[in-house]
Nanobody, 122 residues
Framework: VQLVESGGGSVQTGGSLKLSCVVS????????LGWFRQAPGKEREGVAI???????TYADSVKGRFTISRDIAKNTLYLQMDGLKPEDTAMYYC??????????????????WGQGTQVTVS
């Protein structure tokens, strides 16, 4: 399984970015995909996840500003980030697993991870 992120960069406060993650080699019939982030000196935290049936879960800190989506035909996961704030600055990681435990969707214990893409908001 390989996950490759792209789309990070530097933006000003209030700006937008769209992250992409291409997933290849997925061996399961179902997939839960998610975005996580880790700022320097902080623990990795869940940002948003989308389950096989399309249900989404967002961290409170990004609700109303970020949107997770997927293109199944392209094996690609997206994260549209609007209204970016300096506190959104972090390395953003794409992750995948066959399923998640209800109530623990945003825990960073997924099985497969990408290398990350840096987002800097100033």
């Amino acid at each position: 399984v390989q996950l490759v992120e792209s789309g990070g960069g530097s933006v000003q406060t209030g700006g937008s970015l769209k992250l992409s993650c291409v997933v290849s080699g997925w061996p399961y019939t179902s997939a839960c995909l998610g975005w996580f982030r880790q700022a320097p000196g902080k623990e990795r935290e869940g940002v948003a996840i989308i389950e096989s049936v399309g249900a989404t879960t967002y961290a409170d800190s990004v609700k109303g500003r970020f949107t997770i989506s997927r293109d199944i035909a392209k094996n690609t996961l997206y994260l549209q980030m609007d209204g970016l704030k300096p506190e959104d600055t972090a390395m953003y990681y794409c992750a995948a697993d066959s399923a998640v435990v209800p109530g623990e969707e945003l825990l960073p214990d997924f099985s497969y991870w990408g290398q990350g893409t840096q987002v800097t908001v100033s």
